[in-house]
């Protein structure tokens, strides 16, 4: 079999549980993002677009969702002959089976599948994360400064820096150490969870890392730090743009207000690199006669009749007249009908809210689980 | 039994009277009702009743269509048994071509294993059960079962279109004519044909050895009189897309509930090529109204009445009314357009104004990318 010059690995198998509600049903690479995404949609076309053809996806937690959007990865060019898109859950072996224990050991009981591509490099990856990256230009960053593994990294601000693990580079961009979640950090540059690794050493270390006992089995905790101690050349990649690992209920609230945001950074409506995803065949949204859209982000199938103030809502979307929808996100086919007031929420999948009802006080986020019905108030007076 | 059926789209269609959206493209691929193609209505229709086996058979200037419909993935019809087949003019005979397209690729007919064959065109725009079309043709015994819309207004719609003579009691085909206007009621033809395999291949080699024949779904309508012809009422909103007039108006209707919810169904969908456009972003500032938009747009100035379509870039102080604009277009700041038709890749400058009027809409022809 041809060898693949860079496979890709994402890991998608977390619950993200700080979610709530939203990865109550999925894994958090599958939880719907900006009007018409899903978040791992991001770690995929990158992928696409930046030349990559075989990917394999780890699974873990709730897959099913994830599973049925990704298919055969025919929205992003993953249907190929020779290699495409893999999707690796854990599984049972003749002395019996483990669930993955850390990221590392993720892609160690996958190590059967990248040996079938022998590949020169191996990109690794997180399932959750916004952002638009060419991993073209890592790679050629990585094989420039003869690296061992190449960390992508983002300046963050000094407050925000002991919530990351902590590159520290001499001038070289060289990594001399590293620090997971430190309290007094000793630089500003923060692993964005995306590494480069020459296979032959990957493979090394990853194997080390499964006979020690102690070991968590993970990339940030023990795969870097030995090979660190180990001498090997770990060089930090800078990347400059819109980055955001979306953990919290408030942290995904506030990534699709920046979506919002004039001057965003995330350039979701530039059309040179694309972000593709798996979609259903709709009509196009109808805004009517008395709709008012203000700083918002409407798709297919949607129908409005209301108001839109910085909102965003995913396809099929019904909103009826003299509805005022501000600071929310309204996800794919819930019907918000006529009369009803709602601010700063989170309106899940197939909801119904029937008129006359105002859902959210404006100062904290109001989730609204999926396939609910919110009776008109109305009815009970 | 749907099973038997294969389906085969004619683009033979008369473009006499939409000349300026077809210089590019065939009927067939004239972008409609924002974001989808005129052929994307009869293929859904077709593939939505089951049936796996399409040729769509088009004239040379193809480059379009054959662009649009790809692997016939968006349909489903991308299948290893059966799927999609496109066959295009290669000589261009001036008569009768597409008779002899048929018969040059009868191959093909001949290896479908399906018995049966719906015979359609794609500028009649509709979605419709053929499910029941081929229930009512068996049921019939007919040779032969054609569609047909009632209407009373064909004097303004459906012009040009085949008009049938229906005996009112058997529902059998007494005769047929063409719709010249002067009359409002008539039982317009929509170009869907019911029956054996044989019989279309038997047409087939007439149609294309007769030295009078012009082209083969005349021949088809001269011949019908001759056969047992069954006929089917279809009580389904019916756009026909022949002139440019009925184009826009076609377009506009779409902003009805009335029109838009026959025509998109979610137990019926209408597929159509995926471009991967972003969600359409609606700027502060903005004031849009009974519109039609499709995703991919950026949307600053105002908007009435009007039915966009993917990657259209609308700046600050435009107004536009009454206007279909397609895809692939930016209005700069200040521009004054109603009742206007802009075709895909034009760049509108700063502060133009444009004016058509319902009757006469103005069509800015499509730019070609290159020089």
Redesign the interface.
Known sequence: MAKKNMVAMILAGGQGSRLGLLTKQMAKPAVPF???YRIIDFALSNCCNSGIDTVGILTQYKPQVLNAHIGIG??WDFDRVHGGIATLPPYMTEVGGDWYKGTANAIYQNLNFLEGYNPGYVLILSGDHIYKMDYRKMLKHHIDSGADATIAVIDVPLSEASRFGIMNTNEDGVIESFEEKPANPKSTLASMGIYIFTYDKLKKYLIADAEDKDSENDFGKNIIPSMLNNGEKLVAYSFNGYWKDVGTVDSYWEAHMDLLS?DNDVE??A?DW????S??????????????????????GCVIYGQ?INS?VFPGVYVGKNTRIENSIIMENSVIEDNVIISKSIILENVKVEAHNAIGNGKDIAVIDSNKVILSQAKMD | MIKDYMAIINLDENENDIRSLTTNRPIASIPLGSRYRVIDFILSNIVNCGIQNVGIFSGTNSRSLTDHVGTGKAWDLNRKIDGLFVFNHGLCDFVNHDSKLLKNNMEYIYRSHSDNVILASSYMVCNMDLADVVHAHEASGADMTVVYKSTDEADSEFLNCYTLDIDDKTNRLLGVGKNIGFSQNANICMEIFLMKKEKLVELIYKSAHNLDSKSFISFIFNEMVNLNVNTYKYDGIVLCINTISSYYRSNMKMLTPEVSDKLFRSDRPIYTKIKDEPPTLYVKGCEVENSLIADGCIIRGKVKNSVIGRYVDIEDDVEIENCIILQNIRIHKGAKLSHVIIDKNVDIEEGTELKGNETFPLVIEKKNLFK
């Open positions: 900006g009007g018409k025919t929205p004039p979701l409506f059309n694309k972000i593709y995803t979609t259903e065949a709709r009509p196009s949204q109808y805004i009517g006669p008395d709709a008012r859209l203000e700083n918002s982000v409407v798709t297919e839109l965003i």
